[in-house]
């Protein structure tokens, strides 16, 4: 166990919709990563958020938002919903976002998407 | 995007073999970790090397940071049936948040 929990864990939607994922990081952890796991393209970062602000930012779609709350938990907003958005969502966390290479990023269970 | 070059794609070994993968980039990295990923989970840190020829051990897994900075390689020894499930690698550039993965080596062992 990571430390980092995410729900739900499956999730099943129509195309067009929009979906909230969430996710709690390790304690004491600031940094909340988001990337997504496809079959073609891997693990992809998607955003990093760092006690509440932005820090920075992958291949994220415009229809995809995040944002982190004082309580440090994050959520990743999913809308308009494709048939390619299918794919497994994790998080991940770290202690600070100094960039330095020594943030090691704990990752949470995941959530699968499926988009029908 | 970046992507490292994960090889080889998937492994099919005996019970007690020894196991090797590596992975290259065209970039420069100051951070390469090894993740393992099992079916419905998250991918869980293995080892982390920050220094470039650092070798580090946990348990029967190896890995090295290589001296040019652009690549690492895992070793597994005396497999057993638990290592089963998907190796990652990913890299960090100097500067940057994110980690950039490998494609995955697919392990699986024959008892």
């Known amino acids: 166990d990571s430390g980092v929990t995410q729900t739900p864990k499956h999730l099943i939607t129509a195309t067009g919709q929009r979906v909230t994922l969430r996710c709690s990081p390790r304690?004491?952890?600031?940094?909340v990563y988001w990337y997504q796991q496809s079959l073609d393209q891997g693990l992809q970062f998607l955003i990093q958020y760092y006690n509440g602000e932005e820090r920075a930012k992958g291949n994220i779609l415009e229809r995809f938002s995040a944002q982190q709350f004082p309580d440090l938990h994050s959520e990743l907003n999913l809308s308009s919903l494709e048939l390619g958005d299918s794919a497994l969502y994790f998080c991940a966390s770290s202690v600070g976002a100094s960039g330095s290479g020594r943030e090691t990023q704990y990752f949470g269970p995941g959530t699968r998407l499926l988009v029908l | 995007g970046q992507q490292l070059n994960q090889s080889p794609q998937s492994m099919f070994i005996q019970e007690g073999e020894d196991v090797s993968m590596n992975c290259t980039s065209s970039?420069?990295?100051?951070?390469w970790l090894w993740y393992k990923q099992e079916p419905g989970e998250g991918p869980v840190l293995l080892i982390a090397l920050y220094k470039a020829g650092e070798l580090t051990s946990n348990g029967r897994l190896t890995a090295q940071f290589g001296i040019t900075r652009k690549d690492s390689f895992l070793n597994i020894s005396a497999s057993i049936p638990s290592d089963v499930g998907i190796y990652f690698c990913?890299?960090?550039?100097?500067?940057?948040?994110?980690?950039?993965f490998g494609q995955g080596t697919r392990l699986t062992i024959n008892p």
């Open positions: 304690s004491g952890d600031l940094s």
């Open positions: 970039s420069i990295f100051n951070t």
């Open positions: 990913a890299g960090q550039l100097e500067g940057a948040q994110k980690l950039v």
